[in-house]
């Protein structure tokens, strides 16, 4: 029984979060909505009920996220990274062995994995690609988008891993990632543009950010010659970055698929 | 059986299934890389179940309220072509979402106490928390401004390839003199700033002016907001770095 209320309790207080979070929002959409556009909201009653549910919902997500995704993500995060379980995964059975990036090939694994899975549960990414489909009257496929944003997500996070690792400078890795999406905007189709430098934003929310800080924080704390406050960020940035390259390149292939494909039926039909 | 209730068993089943591979990796890394039991079996499904009912509640409210309330305020300012007051609402917008933001607050913390740290600022409680409010307001006002500067796009017609590359050129062109503390929270700045509501409200808003607007393509100027959303943060909080 007192589980219960102890449990409701938490769930009052991520309530509370999620209406502070809300309410700006409600208090600029509604301020503008009578006082400048002055026309009443069609459906109003459907709207209102549309926000609570928004709020009820996340709230009900958040708190889920709290009690089994980020204890296990973060304590996996840790022992992953420490370095007993390095050695033991290395093979070396005395501390005598030399560090090396390679050592940390799980790490490596993991951020692939969790990167492209907590994306794939990302609920904006989700808002996107519904709102992508519905414009591009069905050629951008909602499962089509988010898989080639989790990819980039999940490149994105290993290598952000590796950075770590290595020390190797981020804004090195940021510039280059910037010279590819460059090159790739003048290959790419016109139309799908907007939307790849879109999905670079939308991947880092609620689910990925935690588990993915909670990695980057581990890793600068044991690799040995790292500083957790200098060298735990970047992941975000990475995760960020290399869902435009990704989603391009899916343009790219499919455009070229489509012309190959093209090609084979005038072919065949001649 | 009546549709609603198809129509959210349907949702409930899409939500689980999207939430099945997290729950994949972390049992496959549990059970075969670090070889020990899950702990606390009973919480961890209680939780799952919360995160799936609530990922479908969000979704559903999403099409209800969120979505064509963002785009019929678009419509709205659209018809009456009042640009002063659109650009004003797109500015709200963008700093009430972004200043309260858990994830930012977090970071600006992160950040003060890094300057206090390499001897930036003094090392006191009303110094760190000056530094994390500055900080805060410096990333919301910058995404304020994204949101103005993304719906003027709209406006205009603009190609957002040469503002976002622009954008990188001072991006790159900030890193190398601002201070080296400071890049690395600089740069994830740019990825926490979008957060779950603020992504679906920008994106109706943009799809909606750009549908209203004579002679624009939601495909090719509806989108681009969310991308502004997360330059500007990048480049004013390495400028905040310097003038410390």
Redesign the interface.
């Known amino acids: 029984m007192t589980e219960i209320l102890n449990w409701l309790n938490e769930f009052a207080l991520t309530l509370l979060?999620t209406i502070?979070?809300?309410?700006?929002?409600v208090?600029?959409?509604f301020g503008?909505?009578f006082f400048?556009?002055r026309?009443k909201?069609?459906?109003l009653k459907?709207?209102?009920?549309?926000?609570?549910?928004?709020?009820?919902?996340?709230?009900?997500?958040?708190?889920?996220?709290?009690?089994?995704?980020f204890?296990?993500?973060k304590?996996?995060a840790n022992?992953?990274t420490s370095i007993d379980?390095i050695l033991q995964s290395a093979g070396a059975l005395d501390q005598s062995i030399e560090f090396h990036w390679s050592q940390y090939y799980?790490v490596y694994i993991?951020a692939f994995?969790?990167g492209?899975?907590?994306t794939?549960?990302e609920?904006?990414l989700?808002?996107?690609a519904?709102?992508?489909n519905e414009?591009?009257g069905g050629s951008i496929g909602i499962w089509g988008l988010r898989i080639a944003v989790a990819i980039g997500v999940a490149v994105g996070i290993s290598l952000g891993s590796w950075r770590i690792v290595t020390g190797l400078p981020?804004?090195w890795f940021?510039?280059s990632g910037?010279i590819i999406?460059?090159i790739q905007?003048f290959f790419s189709p016109?139309?799908i543009?907007?939307?790849a430098?879109?999905s670079?934003?939308?991947?880092?929310?609620?689910?990925t950010?935690p588990i993915v800080a909670a990695l980057g924080i581990g890793l600068a704390a044991k690799v040995p010659g790292r500083s957790e406050?200098?060298?735990?960020?970047?992941?975000?940035?990475f995760?960020?970055l290399f869902p435009i390259i990704s989603v391009l390149a899916y343009a790219q292939l499919s455009e070229w698929y489509g012309k190959r494909q093209n090609k084979e039926t005038e072919q065949s039909n001649v | 059986m009546n549709k609603p209730l198809m129509h959210f068993l349907k949702t409930i089943a899409n939500s689980a299934r999207d939430l099945a591979p997290i729950a994949f990796v972390i049992c496959f890394f549990q059970i075969f890389v670090l070889k020990q039991p899950i702990p606390n079996m009973d919480e961890i499904v209680v939780g799952s179940i919360f995160v799936v009912v609530g990922l479908t509640f969000f979704i559903y409210g999403l099409e209800m309220g969120l979505f064509p309330i963002g785009e019929s305020m678009a419509f709205a300012f659209a018809r009456k072509g009042n640009v002063i007051w659109l650009l004003i609402f797109a500015f709200a917008l963008g700093f009430g979402t972004t200043v309260a933001e858990p994830a930012l607050i977090a970071v600006s913390k992160k950040a003060a106490r890094i300057a206090a740290q390499g001897g930036v600022i003094e090392v006191t409680d009303t110094a760190i928390n000056m530094y994390a409010q500055g900080l805060k307001f410096t990333v919301a006002f910058s995404v304020g401004l994204a949101a103005v500067i993304g719906v003027l796009r709209i406006i205009k017609g603009w190609s957002i390839q040469w503002i976002i590359m622009g954008g990188y050129i001072l991006v790159v062109i900030m890193t190398m003199i601002a201070p080296k503390e400071i890049i690395g929270i600089a740069y994830d700045s740019g990825g926490v700033t979008t957060s779950t509501i603020t992504v679906p409200l920008m994106t109706a808003l943009g799809i909606g002016l750009a549908s209203s607007i004579k002679g624009r393509n939601p495909m090719l100027d509806g989108f681009g907001l969310i991308a502004l959303a997360s330059l500007t943060p990048m480049i004013f909080v390495m400028a905040y770095g310097m003038t410390y």
């Open positions: 979060h502070t979070d809300v309410l700006p929002i208090v600029i959409i503008f909505q400048v556009i026309k909201i069609h459906n459907r709207v209102l009920i549309g926000f609570v549910y928004v709020i009820i919902g996340l709230a009900l997500f958040l708190q889920g996220l709290e009690d089994a995704l204890p296990v993500g304590m996996m022992q992953l379980f799980w993991f994995s969790i492209f899975s907590t794939i549960a609920p904006s989700l808002a996107v519904i709102k992508a414009v591009s981020l804004h940021i510039i910037y999406v460059v905007t016109k139309l543009i907007p939307l430098y879109d670079g934003g939308v991947t880092t929310s609620t689910v950010v406050l200098l060298d735990g960020f970047g992941l975000i940035a995760a960020s």
